[in-house]
């Protein structure tokens, strides 16, 4: 089963992916991470994306359709999560395409709504684990004993370079004039399926679940 979890930043699709990935088996291929993770490399690939993603605009089409390619090649155990990838109408058409080529399909595309005001306050609250990348919030799920990683134990976190107020408003901006158009593209196909993302963590995760059906 593949699907797509689809929203604005910070609406949830990566504590989403993360918790399915757990649940499930399914593999989550978030464009993003493999963004920083190329950044971190200093890869070429990072080298093009680094500034671009600072300014919270979007990086080539190009450049990540092919990462997402190169990641179902390696296998995605019992289906894969993509999170943050389409988010413009050619990558659309390029997943459509990838999938095909390798006899997949699209399952279901899961749009997380969420009101917009949450959202800066959502997003600049976040940290992450340096170690093992389980994210946090200063408000919404702290680590159960301070400055300890619940899952690993580290205490170092880190946060985002892109997680300040004006970059989070460029990616809203972007997400409104480029992503938004795609989702009645799916609803056309009969695959797009609509979730509280305001609920709490727990109880989104139940809802994605109920769509999907026994794992
Ligand atoms: P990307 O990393 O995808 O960032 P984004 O889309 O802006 O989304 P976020 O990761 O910020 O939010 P999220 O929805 O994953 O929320 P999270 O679960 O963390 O992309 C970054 C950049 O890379 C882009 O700006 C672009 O430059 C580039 N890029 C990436 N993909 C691209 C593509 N396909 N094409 C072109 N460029 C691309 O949750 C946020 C916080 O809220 C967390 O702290 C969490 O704990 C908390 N939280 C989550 N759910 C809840 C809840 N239900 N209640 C309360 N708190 C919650
Ligand atoms: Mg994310
Ligand atoms: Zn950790």
């Given at each position: 089963m593949n699907i797509i979890l689809?929203?604005?930043?910070?609406?949830?699709?990566g504590t989403q992916a993360s918790r399915l990935e757990a649940d499930r088996g399914m593999v989550q291929l978030s464009?993003?991470d493999?963004?920083?993770?190329?950044?971190?490399?200093?890869?070429?690939?990072?080298?093009?994306?680094?500034?671009?993603?600072?300014?919270?605009?979007?990086?080539?089409?190009?450049?990540?359709?092919?990462?997402?390619?190169?990641r179902l090649?390696a296998g995605a155990g019992s289906g894969a999560i993509f999170d943050?990838?389409?988010?413009?109408?050619?990558?659309?058409?390029?997943?459509?395409?990838?999938?095909?080529?390798r006899?997949q399909t699209l399952d279901h595309?899961i749009?997380?709504?969420?009101?917009?005001?949450?959202?800066?306050?959502?997003?600049?609250?976040?940290?992450?684990?340096?170690?093992c990348g389980e994210?946090?919030?200063?408000?919404?799920?702290?680590?159960?004993?301070?400055?300890?990683?619940?899952v690993?134990?580290?205490?170092?976190?880190?946060?985002?370079?892109?997680?300040?107020?004006?970059?989070?408003?460029?990616?809203?901006?972007?997400?409104?004039?480029?992503?938004?158009?795609?989702?009645?593209?799916?609803?056309?196909?009969?695959?797009?399926?609509?979730?509280?993302?305001?609920?709490?963590?727990?109880?989104?995760t139940e809802?994605i679940e109920a769509i999907l059906g026994p794992a």
């Amino acid at each position: 089963m593949n699907i797509i979890l689809l929203g604005p930043p910070g609406a949830g699709k990566g504590t989403q992916a993360s918790r399915l990935e757990a649940d499930r088996g399914m593999v989550q291929l978030s464009t993003g991470d493999m963004l920083r993770a190329a950044v971190k490399a200093g890869s070429p690939v990072g080298l093009q994306a680094k500034a671009v993603m600072e300014a919270g605009e979007l990086v080539s089409d190009a450049i990540v359709s092919a990462l997402i390619g190169e990641r179902l090649d390696a296998g995605a155990g019992s289906g894969a999560i993509f999170d943050g990838y389409p988010r413009t109408a050619a990558q659309a058409e390029a997943l459509d395409l990838l999938l095909a080529e390798r006899g997949q399909t699209l399952d279901h595309v899961i749009e997380l709504e969420v009101d917009e005001d949450a959202l800066v306050e959502r997003i600049v609250g976040r940290f992450t684990c340096a170690n093992c990348g389980e994210g946090y919030h200063d408000r919404f799920k702290r680590p159960a004993v301070e400055g300890t990683c619940d899952v690993c134990g580290h205490h170092e976190f880190k946060r985002r370079p892109d997680d300040n107020e004006a970059t989070v408003r460029t990616r809203m901006t972007e997400y409104r004039a480029k992503t938004a158009p795609i989702i009645p593209i799916y609803e056309g196909r009969g695959l797009l399926r609509r979730v509280d993302g305001m609920a709490d963590i727990r109880h989104v995760t139940e809802s994605i679940e109920a769509i999907l059906g026994p794992a």
